[in-house]
Each structure stands twice: as structure tokens, then as C-alpha cells.
């Protein structure tokens, strides 16, 4: 079964520079979350689209974050200007439906210097 | 505030050792609560759900309400078992938003 994908796995960027990360969620998987993993702590939920509807983004600091999943597969998450504290991994993962197994993917390790 | 509490970063064992991850937690209501875990080089996956009482790769753990906590237990730890070890549990919107708690490093020597 092919997972979740995401790209690029790496990407170093300049403060104040953009950046974008792409998510293929598993095919049927209606559920689409983006977590922020900062080291040393555990994910935390950015963004979680139903389809192609957000559930919550209460997260999602939204003068530079911004994310979308036109319809309802691909997603892209979007920083711009991007800070030194958003220096983490970025993780997607998917589901059938929101109470149903989360599956992630490997990850899109960002360093803002 | 719902919260998820791993007060451990490190847990060091031998090889047969017995093992036990910490995990508290914050919530009101009856939460759902779960085990993920990440071995080097792989994407988080799910261990186990305190919903299902099973037991996978020789992991369980038992949900106490009075105690707030929902830890991780194997009687006899192996080397592959090292891993990173998150505890989380679902948020009360029933959103499916998993909150993590900070993460659990488990290393077991030969």
C-alpha cells in the first residue's frame, strides 16, 4: 500500500525567504492534517482540511502560514516570510475519516537560517 | 487545557529488562488515548489504542482514569524496540486532532 508522500524531505531556506511543502495524502483518505514537529517536542496540529474544507486551523499562525487542498487530494502548506523559530519537521498525515488511524508520512525537515 | 505530559526524554534498559513509558495526561470527559511510535529512519505509526485492548508487539497499556495516566508496558524489552515513543490522545472536538505529549526516547542495550 503506498503511503503518505510528501516532498521536498529537506530544504534549507533564509529568514524572510518562502517555502512550500507538498502532501499526496493515501488514496480514499478524506482527512488531511499537517503537524508542526519542533525538536525536542511532540507534533502539533497546524491545519486539518475534511475534503478540501478546513476543520480547524486554530493553530495556523495565519499572518505567514497558509495551507490548501484543492480537490480534496493534494495539499500544500505555505510559509511566507518564513522566521528562524519555524525551523522543525513538517508532517502530513491522512485518514479515512476523522476518527479513523492517522497515517503519516516521512516528513519535510525545514532549516530557516 | 488538554494536555499530554512524557516526563521522561530518555529511558535507558537492557536487553529483558521490563519497560515502562510514562505517559499522564489533562483532559475532561473520557479521553481517547494512544501510543505512536517512531523507529530510526521511519515515519510515526500507530502502536496502540487504548480503545482496542490489544496488545502489539508485546506493548500494552492500560487506560487509569484515576490516575491520569495511560502508561507504556512490555515485560521483556528487545533491541529492536528502541525507539522514539509518543503518547497522545484525541482532542475532546472529536475532530480527530491528535494532541502529542513531548516524546519518549527508549533505548535498549544488547
Known amino acids: 500500500e503506498a503511503g503518505v508522500a510528501q516532498s521536498p524531505r529537506y530544504k534549507i531556506i533564509e529568514k524572510r525567504q518562502s517555502v512550500a511543502f507538498w502532501c499526496n495524502p493515501i488514496?480514499?483518505?478524506?482527512?488531511l492534517y499537517w503537524y508542526q514537529q519542533i525538536l525536542g517536542q511532540g507534533p502539533k496540529l497546524l491545519i486539518q482540511f475534511q475534503n478540501n474544507g478546513v476543520v480547524d486551523d486554530s493553530q495556523l499562525p495565519k499572518d505567514r502560514f497558509s495551507a490548501e487542498r484543492l480537490k480534496g487530494v493534494d495539499s500544500t502548506l505555505k510559509i511566507q516570510p518564513a522566521k528562524l523559530e519555524d525551523s522543525a519537521v513538517y508532517l502530513c498525515?491522512?485518514?479515512?475519516?476523522?476518527?479513523?488511524?492517522?497515517?503519516f508520512g516521512q516528513g519535510t525537515r525545514l532549516t530557516v537560517v | 487545557a488538554q494536555r499530554v505530559t512524557q516526563p521522561e526524554k530518555l529511558l535507558s534498559v537492557f536487553k529483558g529488562a521490563p519497560v515502562e513509558l510514562k505517559c499522564n495526561y489533562s483532559?475532561?470527559?473520557?479521553?481517547?488515548l494512544f501510543w505512536y511510535v517512531q523507529y530510526s529512519r521511519q515515519r510515526l505509526q500507530l502502536l496502540l489504542r487504548?480503545?482496542s485492548r490489544e496488545s502489539i508487539k508485546g506493548f500494552t497499556a492500560d487506560l487509569n482514569k484515576g490516575e491520569t495516566s495511560f502508561h507504556l508496558k512490555k515485560p521483556f524489552a528487545q533491541e529492536e524496540d528502541s525507539a522514539m515513543y509518543y503518547c497522545a490522545l484525541v482532542h475532546s472536538g472529536n475532530t480527530g486532532k491528535l494532541i502529542f505529549g513531548q516524546g519518549t526516547t527508549l533505548q535498549v542495550k544488547p
Open positions: 498525515a491522512s485518514s479515512f475519516g476523522p476518527n479513523t488511524e492517522a497515517f
Open positions: 487504548h480503545i
Open positions: 483532559y475532561s470527559g473520557s479521553p481517547e
Open positions: 488514496s480514499g483518505h478524506a482527512t
